[in-house]
T-cell receptor, first 112, second 106 residues
Framework: ETGVTQSPTHLIKTRGQQVTLRCSSQ?????VSWYQQALGQGPQFIFQ???????GRGNFPPRFSGLQFPNYSSELNVNALELDDSALYLC???????????FGSGTRLTVV | KNEVEQSPQNLTAQEGEFITINCSYS?????LHWLQQHPGGGIVSLFM???GKKKHGRLIATINIQEKHSSLHITASHPRDSAVYIC????????FGEGTQLTVNP
């Protein structure tokens, strides 16, 4: 049983660029959620996908978008990067509200 | 006011001490998670609770649904326990506390 894998692990982008982060969910999990964690703070919910449909969104602008694929892996896309987008981006997968989440190790994004 | 409040924010202990981290929340939940985050970012799920108490090794987690409060206890703390401990509550989504930075000195 594999865990949650995120890629890349680290990334440096320039302000105004676009970035795509990837997450492969744990085998058997059909729900993927994404979180942004700024330095020294707790993670903030970005959005969640269930069976390829977005079914929840946090307080993030539309330039944060996502996809979930038929194999339940997921992408987070951020357009028009801003300096404040520099953070650790975490992905978590789950299968049912009765069970817990499995987290990836995160992608550290730096916007310069 | 945050929906999930943790205390303390920072905690320094000597090896062997008994440690308690507290979490209070203000929303209805289906479960509460205690998570551990080491430098570098990876998060490990320690417990998922919806009632009562759970124990795993030196870690104990309790929850009082009526009081909307949970505690994480570490017995006989060790320097390898040094990490950020995060409380997260599950409703339609996960909402996280700010985390407690624990440092255990030898």
């Amino acid at each position: 049983e594999t865990g949650v894998t995120q890629s890349p692990t680290h990334l440096i982008k320039t302000r105004g660029q676009q970035v795509t982060l990837r997450c492969s969910s744990q085998s058997g999990h059909n729900t993927v959620s994404w979180y942004q964690q700024a330095l020294g703070q707790g993670p903030q919910f970005i959005f969640q996908y269930y069976r390829e449909e977005e079914n929840g969104r946090g307080n993030f602008p539309p330039r944060f978008s996502g996809l979930q694929f038929p194999n339940y892996s997921s992408e987070l896309n951020v357009n028009a990067l801003e300096l404040d987008d520099s953070a650790l981006y975490l992905c978590a997968s789950s299968s049912d509200s009765r069970y817990g989440y499995t987290f990836g190790s995160g992608t550290r994004l730096t916007v310069v | 006011k945050n929906e999930v409040e943790q205390s303390p924010q920072n905690l320094t202990a000597q090896e062997g001490e008994f440690i308690t981290i507290n979490c209070s929340y203000s929303v209805g939940i289906s479960a509460l998670h205690w998570l551990q985050q080491h430098p570098g970012g990876g998060i490990v799920s320690l417990f998922m609770l919806s009632s009562g108490k759970k124990k795993h090794g030196r870690l104990i987690a309790t929850i009082n649904i009526q009081e909307k409060h949970s505690s994480l206890h570490i017995t006989a703390s060790h320097p390898r326990d040094s990490a950020v401990y995060i409380c997260a509550v599950r409703s339609s989504r996960l909402t996280f506390g700010e985390g407690t930075q624990l440092t255990v000195n030898p």
